[in-house]
């Protein structure tokens, strides 16, 4: 089991950039697929983005694509979200997430396949 703990969140404007950080230890990073989710106020909690152990695979939700970024570094057990052109729909706390995987190509979307999850960074996008 991995410990996560995320970083990065705060109050942008619309328009606004962002980078969300997630730190990993106690665990074999390389071998756990991660992904990002968010839960706005009165929401459940969404699928953001996800990615492989290697890095090599990534998806995202559809409202998100050509927007945020995943990437990973596995020599810092830390996964990233780049947030570019941030609305306000987009205002949430920001949940990263891991899994221990068997291949590098393994994604996944839902919650339920999510072992590990960090405590959540809160994301405010308003003028």
């Known amino acids: 089991q991995v410990m996560l703990v995320e970083s990065g969140g705060g109050v942008v404007q619309p328009g606004g950039s962002l980078r969300l950080s997630c730190a990993a230890s106690?665990?074999?990073?390389?071998?756990?697929?991660m992904g990002w989710f968010r839960q706005a106020p009165g929401k459940e909690r969404e699928f953001v983005a996800a990615i492989g152990s290697s890095g090599a695979r990534t998806y995202y939700e559809d409202s998100v694509k050509g927007r945020f970024t995943i990437s990973r570094d596995n020599g810092k057990n830390t996964v990233y979200l780049q947030m570019n052109s941030l609305k306000p729909e987009d205002t949430a706390v920001y949940y990263c997430?891991?899994?221990?995987?068997?291949?590098?190509?393994?994604?996944?979307?839902?919650?339920?396949?999510?072992?590990?999850w960090g405590q959540g960074t809160q994301v405010t996008v308003s003028s």
């Open positions: 997430a891991g899994a221990p995987v068997t291949f590098n190509f393994i994604i996944y979307t839902r919650m339920a396949e999510y072992r590990d």
């Open positions: 106690g665990g074999t990073f390389t071998s756990y697929a």
